[in-house]
């Protein structure tokens, strides 16, 4: 998505006054203000370089039929397997991430 963003942005930069509204590439203004969920995305995990480990948060999309629940902490621990992540990654991806994104500390929720 970040790579078509930018790639619209060079060919698109005459049109409308983008050039004016948004003076640098799409995916510069990405960190630390979009993030994105995953509850069964391992490939998604392995790709987390791209995309930036602070802002990839877990999901269960409980209630949906698709949803990981019950089994969404095993799940989880199985994605964190796979794409063998570091535990500070790992922390990010199940807690930390949720507190930056939605600004928990705000209500004591810490890191």
């Known amino acids: 998505m970040l790579d078509r963003l930018d790639s619209i942005w060079v060919k698109a930069r005459g049109f409308g006054g983008v050039r004016e509204r948004v003076p640098r590439p799409p995916s510069t203004y990405v960190p630390g203000r ?10 998604g995990l392995a790709l987390r370089e791209q995309v930036g480990m602070d802002q990839i948060m877990f999901e269960t999309d409980y209630p949906h039929s698709d949803s990981t629940w019950p089994e969404s902490k095993h799940t989880a621990m199985l994605m964190v397997e796979k794409a063998g992540m570091s535990a500070e990654e790992t922390d990010k991806l199940l807690r930390a991430n949720a507190i930056s994104c939605y600004r928990l500390d705000r209500y004591g929720i810490e890191r």
Request: aromatic share 20%; hydrophobic share 50%; proline share 10%.
């Open 34 to 43: 979009v993030f994105g969920c995953v509850f069964d995305d391992p490939v």
